[in-house]
């Protein structure tokens, strides 16, 4: 999600991994953004990512407040826990779920 003038971002592309809910809590899955880059960890498209992705990429101030940033993620406070791992078996009903859902 960063840009050069988001000095704090360490780039670890984190907040550009699809997450689920799962029983109220923020889970990761094993996607990314179709427009991350994964050799920079960068978006492809950030300066007209709201456009390329219809509205669906939040604002860094809108992830942070509905935790969707990794843990450790320095724009967040000490305190802050981001989503978690998932389970193998819970990724695999999150595939089977999503199977030919767009
Ligand atoms: S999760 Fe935080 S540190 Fe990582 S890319 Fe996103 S804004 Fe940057």
Redesign the pocket.
């Known amino acids: ?2 840009d050069d003038g ?1 000095t ?9 991994r699809y997450k689920f809910w799962l029983d109220g809590e923020l889970v990761f899955t094993d996607k990314y953004c179709q427009f991350h880059d994964k050799e920079t ?1 960068t978006c492809k498209v950030y300066d007209h990512r709201h456009e390329a992705t219809r509205n669906r990429c939040l604002s ?1 101030e809108e ?1 942070v407040k509905q935790r969707s ?2 843990t450790g ?3 967040t406070d000490e305190d802050y826990v981001g989503p978690r791992e998932p389970t193998e078996k819970e990724l695999q009903d999150y595939h089977d779920d999503t199977e030919g859902a767009t």
């Open positions: 999600m960063c988001e704090k971002c360490r780039r670890c592309g984190l907040c550009c960890h860094r992830m940033v990794p993620c320095p724009y």
